[in-house]
Nanobody, 120 residues
Framework: VQLQASGGGLVQAGDSLRLSCAAS????????MGWFRQAPGKEREFVAR????????YYADSVKGRFTISRDDARNTVHLEMNSLIPEDTAVYYC??????????????WGQGTLVTVSS
């Protein structure tokens, strides 16, 4: 499984940004895909996930109502639409994937990080 993340950048508070994660290497019908982030000096934290087969989504409380995760079946790509960004969203964002039982502990497959910086 290969995951390629893209879309990070420098934005101002209140702006929007969309991250993408292109997946390859297998079929993902039984997988969960999602996003984690790690801010400077902090531990990595869960952001959002989507079950590929059902489209069910789940969000961390800190991003609920502001972030939306979605999937593009034709392109094997997952997007993270981030709205109303705040400086606390500044972090390196990582996409990850695995079968459900593994994803809910520690996913095995990770993309490279993409940096999101939100200025105040």
């Amino acid at each position: 499984v290969q995951l390629q993340a893209s879309g990070g950048g420098l934005v101002q508070a209140g702006d929007s940004l969309r991250l993408s994660c292109a997946a390859s290497g297998r079929t993902f019908s039984s997988y969960i895909m999602g996003w984690f982030r790690q801010a400077p000096g902090k531990e990595r934290e869960f952001v959002a996930r989507i079950t590929w087969s059902s489209g069910n989504t789940y969000y961390a409380d800190s991003v609920k109502g502001r972030f939306t995760i979605s999937r593009d079946d034709a392109r094997n790509t997952v997007h993270l639409e981030m709205n109303s960004l705040i400086p606390e969203d500044t972090a390196v964002y990582y996409c990850a994937s695995d079968v459900a039982i593994r994803f809910l502990t520690t996913p095995r497959f990770w993309g490279q990080g993409t940096l999101v910086t939100v200025s105040s």
